[in-house]
């Protein structure tokens, strides 16, 4: 079973920057994207972005699109990294933020974020909290 592990988070300044980092153990091509989402108690889970295990692809949802990148290390083994770069942050960013995983084609890395919005990827991290105050 994949395992997922979220740093990164802390305090930011609004328009400061903060780059999270999701590190996948056991992450095999039974995998087919890693997302990030995030969740406060107002607005739920809102998916961000993905990048397709296969292809290197990369999906935003419309709301980050522009001030957030998702980018990958090479694969070691079965270990892959995936980093969120999140620039220009506002206090509606205040989020505790997820990377998340579940098995399947690879045809669906094109409907992660929606799927991360309807049901969510089947497996994801614990977590860090990313907090934008002056």
Do not use: H
Not at 43 to 49: P, Y
Not at 60 to 82: E, H, L, M, P, W
Not at 88 to 114: M, W
Request: proline share 3%; hydrophobic share 30%.
């Amino acid at each position: 079973q994949v395992q997922l592990v979220e740093s990164g988070g802390g305090l930011v300044q609004p328009g400061g920057s903060l780059k999270l980092t999701c590190v996948a153990t056991r992450f095999t091509s039974a995998y087919y994207a890693i997302g990030w989402f995030r969740e406060t108690p107002e607005k739920g889970r809102e998916g961000l972005a993905c990048i397709s295990r296969s292809t290197g692809t990369t999906y935003y949802a419309d709301s980050v699109k522009g001030r957030f990148a998702i980018s990958r290390d090479n694969a070691k083994n079965t270990v892959q990294t995936v980093y969120l770069q999140m620039n220009n942050l506002k206090p509606e960013d205040t989020a505790v933020y997820y990377c998340a995983t579940e098995r399947g084609p690879d045809s669906l890395a094109n409907e992660c974020i929606a799927t991360m919005n309807d049901d969510g990827l089947d497996t994801w991290g614990k977590g860090t909290l990313v907090t934008v105050s002056a």
